[in-house]
């Protein structure tokens, strides 16, 4: 193999491949990218087992091949590299190693057999559909703050993707959830997606998928089956297993009849909770929301260190209610509001509170209360 | 029907039984095995006012049994009442509830002449020493005999009369044991007389087996001297003094701290008045005490005295008075389970020492460091495979790695090295954060840490207005044996207020509406069988209180930060202060030390430079 590429190419494809590749690896080869050269491009697999990154860029080939070489060494030198520098990547399939030149500087990196990279075994997708950068950035962004934690609950370890009836039509609906509270976000449905079997796409790959989306007009094919799920952009394909287990039926805990309703400024709102929770070191701090006609006021009380309220107006017309919530699920949901007020729909301190931003039903959250 | 069933059928007439059957009956209950008649005859000699007492023993005390004192003797022409059935000097009988002696009963010589043969030699002040010899119950004559002062008694050839008793004794090394075990609790009831046990097995002068020489000080002192000799300098270091009064009752001794805790409840000395005991109500009061602080495969060392008005307590409730009786067994049981958790909340930051020596010594056996790691195990090193399966999604199992901080400056705010826990460094396998103070270092186990705060703060929010509650958006469904389904129900109304809201499911099932807040997400089946585990190793022995504190420490242990997470520095310090903050977080809920401290002292030492 003997290869030429441009420093910038190179490092942009080495990185998005590498960020896959887990610090700590306790079976070498997976510490190691594939690089396989052909006709006038170069192309990177990297591995967890779980997720497969495959990165092609154009480069000069004089002599096609391939071989594996650590990524992360691999990726650190070429970010040491000048700009605009001229590299060069050499294996003569005999020495096992891989030489690296650029300008003056030589490396020579120790590989393991290509035969060894275990690459992904290929799938069957049922379902093919193609949709825009920004929208499935938008889709998972509100909802991977609820995904779960909790390793026993496995199924909840991930987004599940799906095709639903929204409240604007067809969507291609996006749900997470910790069993405290759930994110519920919807797009109108692409093309070819009708079919699209629902699908729980776990953490780690929901934020590798984010790392492809910085070109919001660019369109990414999504491909599903049953046991894996692909984003590719015309660069880079991601392909990852999706979690074999299935989601719960979360439409029955999304209230409907919730009726007491809520109008306040979400940056408002979110810096007043931030101040009051202050005064508790808790992790799982209680807000008090304390509503009454047009006014809120929450407070938070910690015996042993101490007291705070703050009092907001807000647009409020219905019964007084006093409601506890945690600050932190709190924060999370108020975040997701970037335009409009934030809607709260209560209906007593013990049940589920949706929230949405003004009157767009393309997102909405539930958050359950705390009682103290 | 089987021989040795009693035999009913044939009936004899009702016989008065002589005197030698009778005392041998008797003597059933009092001598059950050589240790308990040195039981009987250095408490006899304690009672005479004696300052040393040697005793003496053969082939685990079943072929000779000598004590000799210095105390004020038997005049000559009482020695044949001694031997007799009822026959004391200690107490007049008008008043059975105010002993003050070890003896009160005048059966121990009589028993032991009944078993053995038994030979007392005494001199009571200035008059001559006399002697007295009974053989299988027949008393012989008092005839002169040579003694400078007090008594002594020797017991020959015990059981030899009842060879059914015999064989039920234990091989002479565990005779033996059991002997200097009386011996070493009668000698921490009285510090200031001087003990010697010696093994003439072999004859000649034999082996010395332990040795106490009178302590002198005042009364802590005296019993701390004691508790060294006996228990060992470690004890002593990692004991708390334990000094308390309510209403009339006082409690003294030595308590050790939890990271001090045994396997088995070999290190529990109790006495009441001065008398040695293993009364039922005192154990459950040290496990009370200590709840908290240990797991119930961990025991307590303590040397603890009770002292009240005799008459507030009755003593002749066991045949070989282990077992005592309180008049207010409530008021023994509270002093005993305050005073000990004030104490030891109180030396909530004082890890064991003990703690920090085998540490040490743990870093010495170091010395022939290999540096430069063999291929081989390089080799297993690299290719092992994964602790866990690869299917799912599993990440790989963390290998030994440091986790730097990535800058002092950013994550230890300036200063924070002067407090106890100083400033976060480093963290280890995942779990341990090293942690530098002024004086040296830190070795924190973050997830046993993590899982007291959590306890305490469970607690704080239990005493304050209950635990508060997350409401789950999916009610958990936790499928159980009729049996544990019904038990938890059962302790539903108790669980409510930790903000544990169960209720009944169809089936066999439960179903969790609520879980404890600061717990953040949980398992909650994995959490209900736990309960389920406490509540039956709990019995229905515990106090309420007692099994909500036991039932919250299982609960704690499922929001605590698992060994594998790594932290921030921010995080590291934060859990840092957290700790220095909160008492009784120098141990974990199992009574393991949560950190240890290497003075720059020890570290220096461990590279030879002191
Ligand atoms: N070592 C001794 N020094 C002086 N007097 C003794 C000694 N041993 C026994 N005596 C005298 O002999 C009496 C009988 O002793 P014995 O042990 O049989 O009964 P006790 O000690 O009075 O009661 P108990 O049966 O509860 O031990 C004692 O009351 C005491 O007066
Ligand atoms: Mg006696």
Redo the contacts with the bound molecule.
């Keep these: 193999m003997k290869v030429s590429i441009e420093r910038s190419t190179l490092m942009k494809a080495m990185s998005r491949a590498q960020s896959v590749v887990e610090r700590r690896n306790t079976i070498p080869i997976l510490a190691n990218v594939l690089i396989e050269a052909e006709g006038d491009k170069i192309a990177f697999r990297a591995t967890d087992l779980d997720i497969e990154v495959l990165d092609t860029a154009p480069a000069v080939v004089s002599q096609a091949g391939a071989t594996t070489v650590g990524a992360h060494t691999l990726h650190e030198i070429v970010r040491k590299l000048p700009e605009g520098a001229m590299v060069e990547l050499s294996d003569d399939g005999t020495a096992g190693r891989l030489e690296i030149s650029a300008g003056r500087s030589h490396f020579s990196l120790a590989t393991l057999p290509k035969e060894d990279f275990p690459v992904m075994a290929s799938s069957e997708y049922e379902c093919n559909f193609s949709v825009k950068a920004s929208v499935l950035k938008r889709l998972l962004d509100k909802a991977k703050f609820a995904i779960s934690t909790e390793e026993t609950r496995y199924y909840l370890n991930g987004i599940y993707m799906h095709a639903a009836e929204g409240a604007q039509g067809k969507a291609l609906r996006c749900v997470a959830t910790d069993g405290h509270r759930l994110a519920q976000v919807d797009a109108p449905l692409p093309a070819g997606a009708e079919t699209l079997p629902g699908v729980i796409v776990p953490r780690k790959t929901v934020g590798e998928v984010m790392k492809l989306l910085d070109d919001d007009e660019a369109a990414i094919a999504v491909s599903v089956s049953e046991t894996k799920v692909r984003f590719a952009t015309p660069e880079v394909t991601l392909t990852s297993k999706v979690i074999d287990g299935s989601f719960p039926d979360y439409t029955r805990v999304i209230p409907q009849g919730n009726n007491k309703r809520l109008e306040v400024d979400a940056a408002e709102f979110a810096r007043a909770v931030d101040r009051v929770s202050t005064v508790s070191s808790e992790r799982s701090r209680a807000v008090k929301l304390a509503l009454d006609e047009d006014r809120l006021v929450l407070s938070v009380n910690a015996p042993d260190s101490g007291a705070a309220d703050e009092e907001l107006a807000v647009a409020y017309a219905d019964e007084p209610l006093e409601i506890g919530f945690n600050a932190k699920y709190l924060l999370e949901i108020a975040g997701q509001v970037d335009r409009e007020n934030a809607v709260f729909m209560f209906n007593s301190s013990g049940d589920p509170t949706l929230m949405r931003e003004g009157n767009d039903d393309s997102a909405v959250y539930v958050v359950m209360p705390m009682r103290v | 029907m089987n021989a040795f069933d009693p035999n009913i059928s044939q009936r004899q007439p009702i016989r008065q039984l002589d005197d030698a059957a009778a005392n041998r009956i008797a003597a059933g209950e009092v001598v059950e095995r050589p240790a308990s008649a040195v039981k009987?005859l250095v408490?006899?000699?304690l009672?005479?006012g004696a300052r040393r007492i040697d005793v003496t023993y053969a082939d685990g005390g079943k072929t000779l049994i000598r004590v000799s004192?210095d105390?004020?003797?038997?005049p000559a022409g009482e020695l044949p009442l001694?031997l007799a059935r009822h026959?004391?000097?200690?107490i007049d009988g008008s008043d059975l509830l105010n002993i003050r002696s070890?003896?009160?009963?005048?059966?121990?010589?009589?028993s032991l002449g009944a078993v053995g043969r038994l030979t007392i030699t005494?001199r009571y002040g200035k008059d001559e020493a006399a002697r007295i010899a009974v053989n299988g119950g027949a008393i012989g004559a008092v005839e002169p005999a040579a003694l400078t002062r007090g008594?002594v008694?020797e017991l020959r050839d015990l059981f030899h009369a009842t060879p059914a008793r015999l064989k039920f004794l234990r091989t002479d090394r565990a005779e033996a044991q059991a002997i200097s075990d009386v011996i070493k609790r009668l000698a921490m009831a009285e510090p200031s007389v001087g003990f010697t046990l010696r093994d003439v097995s072999g004859g000649g002068e034999g082996a010395l087996k332990f040795r106490a020489d009178p302590e002198n000080g005042d009364m802590f002192d005296a019993l701390a001297g004691r508790l060294r000799t006996i228990l060992g300098a470690d004890f002593i270091d990692n004991a708390l003094p334990i000094d308390a009064e309510r209403e009339g009752l006082i409690l003294t001794g030595y308590a050790a701290l939890p990271t001090y805790s045994r396997g088995a409840a070999v290190a529990q000395f109790l006495f009441v008045n001065g008398r040695p005991v293993r009364d039922k109500l005192l154990i459950g009061a040290l496990r009370g005490a200590y709840a908290d602080f240990l797991s119930r495969d961990r025991h307590p060392a303590v040397a603890l005295f009770l002292a009240c008005d005799p008459e507030r307590v009755d003593v002749n409730v066991h045949p070989a008075k282990a077992e005592v009786r309180f008049r207010e067994p409530g008021l023994a049981r509270g002093l005993i389970v305050s005073t000990l958790k004030h104490a030891l909340a109180e030396a909530g930051h004082r890890a064991s020492t003990t703690v920090s020596t085998a540490t040490l010594g743990a870093f010495r056996a170091e010395t022939r460091g290999h540096y430069q790691m063999d291929l081989a195990s390089r080799a297993t090193l690299s290719y092992r495979q994964p602790d866990r399966p690869q299917s799912g999604f599993a990440e790989f199992a963390p290998s030994a790695r440091v986790e730097p901080v990535h800058s002092a400056e950013e994550t230890s705010p300036e200063g924070v090295e002067a407090l106890p826990l100083g400033a976060a460094r480093a963290q280890l396998h995942e779990n341990y954060i090293v942690a530098q103070t002024d004086d040296g270092m830190i070795l924190v186990d973050a997830h046993a840490a993590h899982e007291r705060l959590v306890y305490e703060k469970l607690k704080r929010q239990m005493a304050e207005n209950g635990v508060a509650a997350q409401v789950l958006l999916i009610p958990e469904i936790v499928e159980l044996g009729a049996d544990d389904r019904a038990a938890i129900l059962n302790a539903a109304d108790s669980l409510a207020p930790l903000g544990l809201t169960i209720e009944p499911f169809g089936g066999n099932a439960v179903c969790v509406r609520e879980t404890p807040a600061i717990l953040g997400e949980v398992n909650a089946t994995a959490m209900i069988h736990d309960i389920l585990d406490e509540l039956s190793d709990l019995g229905q022995t515990q106090t309420v209180k007692d099994r909500i504190e036991a039932i919250l420490s299982r609960v704690a242990c499922h929001g605590s930060v698992r060994t594998g997470r790594r932290m921030s520095g921010p995080e590291m310090n934060a859990l840092l202060r957290e700790m220095e903050a909160t008492p009784h977080s120098g141990q974990c809920n199992h009574g393991r030390p949560t950190y240890v401290k290497l003075k720059m002292t020890d570290i220096e030492r461990l590279f030879g430079r002191s």
């Design positions: 009987e408490e006899n000699a009672d005479a004192d105390g004020h003797g038997i001694a026959a004391t000097s200690k070890f003896g009160f009963r005048g059966e121990a010589l009589p005494s008594t008694v």
